[in-house]
C-alpha cells in the first residue's frame, strides 16, 4: 500500500533499529485497514526539570505518529523515578522523593508541548497500575524473567564483573517498564539505544501474560556539542529548549560539520526527502556547510520559536558574527546607586544582575575562564571593580552571543 510505504518512510528516518523486522510495517498495515490507530507508548521518568535536543529526539518521533493519526501516550514514570533506570549507568541512581518527582514531571509537560499536540496526546502515570500491585503479583511477573537474562545486559555486566554493588530493586525496573507496556496494551514503544532491552522485555512480558508484542524503535543519542559526549546539561554541551532564539541559533552554529547529519535528521521537522538532498549537496561541495549549519540552525529555532524568531535571529548571528557589529537591540541594564560598595561594583556581580549569569559565583568561573568581556576586553581579574562613570555605556559580553549594555545614572 502506498500510504503504508509513506509512513514507514517519515517513521523509519533517523531510527537505528525497528524490531522485529518487517513488525511495523505490518502494523501499520493492519491499522489502515481496521481503521484503527496503533497505540504508541514513550515513557520517561522525570528524574530532572529541564529538557534539550537530545531529551526532543524522542519527542519529534512522537510528533511524527501524532501527525500520521496515531495514538500517542506520554508515559510519566512517577513510580519509577523514584526507582531509577539503570540503563547505562556504573552506579545505583539516587532515589527522588515524591515531591521532586511530582515537580519534574509537571515541568517536563510543560516543555514537552513545545514540541506534541497536547489535543491528541493521553499523558500516563505509572503508579496507577504499580502502586497497588501486591507482593504476589510482583511474584508471578518476575517469574518470566531470569536472573541470567537479567545478566545479560551489558551495564550489570560491567558493574557486576568490576564488584560494583548492583540493588534488587534495580533488577525490578525492566520488570516494571515491561509491565508498564501490558498496562497500556502498547503497539509500538520507542526509546534510546541504551532502553533496548528495556524494550525488548516489554515484548517478551506481552507475549507470556496473552497480548500481541509490541514493535520497539530505537533511537540514536544525540551527542552534544563538544562533538564526542552525550548531549547533557551537566557538561555545558547542551542546547536546552527554553534557550533564547538568539542563543540557541548561536549554539548550533557552533556544531562540528560532521555532526550535522544527524542534528537534521534528529532536531528538525523537516522533511526527510529535504534533508537528504540537503546533505547530498553539501557532501557534492555545492553547498556551504556554514550555509547548511545556518538551514539546521533556522529550522530547530523555528520549530520551537516560531519562523519570525528564527529570522531575527540568523540576522543577530550575521550582524554580530559576520559584521563583527554589536547588535543595535541588546538588553539594557540600569545600575543604580544602591547596587555599589564604596562607590564601585564587582564586575562578576554586575553580570550577574544584568542576568547574563544565574549567580555571581558562575560569573566569577567564567571570568576565570576566560567568558566574560568588557566593551570587547577580556575581563582578566574576578576581583575587577568599577565605578558609574566607567561603566556609563559599557557593553558586557558573555561568550559569543549575550551582550547587555549599561547604563548608570
Keep these: 500500500m502506498d500510504e503504508v510505504r509513506r509512513q514507514m518512510r517519515i517513521l523509519a528516518s533517523g531510527t537505528d533499529e525497528l524490531l522485529p523486522h518487517g513488525g511495523l510495517e505490518e502494523k501499520l498495515r493492519r491499522s489502515l485497514e481496521e481503521g484503527r490507530p496503533l497505540r504508541v507508548k514513550f ?3 522525570p528524574t530532572r526539570p529541564d529538557l534539550h535536543l537530545g531529551h526532543a529526539v524522542p ?18 514514570g512517577d513510580f519509577t523515578a523514584r526507582v531509577g533506570d539503570p540503563s547505562a549507568r556504573d552506579a545505583t541512581r539516587p532515589q527522588l522523593s515524591r515531591e521532586e518527582v511530582e ?5 517536563y509537560t ?3 508541548f513545545r514540541i506534541l499536540d497536547p489535543d491528541s496526546i493521553t499523558i500516563e502515570h505509572n503508579s496507577r497500575w504499580l502502586a497497588p500491585l501486591t507482593f504476589e503479583d510482583l511474584l508471578g511477573l518476575t517469574s518470566h524473567f531470569t536472573v541470567a537474562r537479567l545478566l545479560e545486559r551489558d551495564d550489570f555486566q560491567r558493574r557486576y564483573q568490576g564488584n560494583i554493588p548492583i540493588c534488587l530493586h534495580e533488577f525490578l525496573y525492566p520488570v516494571m517498564q515491561a509491565y508498564d507496556s501490558v498496562a497500556l496494551r502498547a503497539d509500538v514503544e520507542i526509546g534510546g539505544t541504551d532502553q533496548k532491552f528495556n524494550l525488548l522485555a516489554g515484548r517478551e512480558l506481552q507475549r507470556a501474560l496473552g497480548q500481541e508484542p509490541q514493535c520497539i524503535m530505537t533511537l540514536p543519542i544525540l551527542v ?35 555532526l550535522m547529519p544527524d542534528y537534521l535528521r534528529l532536531t528538525t521537522a523537516v522533511d526527510p526527502e529535504t534533508v537528504e538532498a540537503w546533505l547530498a549537496d553539501w557532501e557534492a561541495g555545492r553547498l556551504h556547510p556554514a550555509e547548511l549549519k545556518r538551514r539546521l540552525a533556522g529550522a530547530v529555532v523555528g520549530l520551537y520559536w516560531g519562523e519570525e524568531a528564527a529570522r531575527l ?7 554580530v558574527f559576520r559584521e563583527r557589529r554589536l547588535p543595535g537591540d541588546m538588553p539594557v541594564f540600569r ?20 542576568g547574563l549569569y544565574p549567580s555571581v559565583s558562575e560569573a566569577r568561573r567564567s571570568i576565570r575562564q576566560g567568558g566574560l568581556r568588557l566593551n570587547g576586553e577580556k575581563v582578566e581579574d574576578e576581583e575587577a571593580a568599577l565605578g558609574p562613570r566607567e561603566l556609563q555605556g559599557a557593553v558586557l559580553q558573555k561568550g559569543k552571543r549575550a551582550f547587555v549594555r549599561i547604563e548608570a545614572g
Design 43 to 45: 515513557g520517561v521518568d
Design 59 to 76: 519527542l519529534r518521533k512522537l510528533r511524527q505518529f501524532q501527525d500520521l493519526g496515531h495514538r500517542v501516550i506520554l508515559l510519566i
Design 103 to 107: 515537580e519534574n514531571a509537571r515541568t
Design 110 to 112: 510543560e516543555q514537552a
Design 224 to 258: 552534544g556539542l563538544d562533538g564526542s559526549m552525550k548531549m547533557s546539561k551537566s557538561l555545558g554541551n547542551h542546547v536546552g529548549l527554553t534557550d533564547p532564539p538568539e542563543e540557541m541559533f548561536g549554539k548550533l552554529m557552533s556544531l562540528p560539520d560532521r
Design 313 to 319: 535571529a540568523r540576522e543577530r548571528f550575521d550582524l
Design 335 to 354: 545600575l543604580r546607586e544602591d547596587m555599589l560598595v564604596d562607590g564601585r561594583i564587582l564586575l562578576a556581580r554586575l553580570a550577574a544582575l544584568a
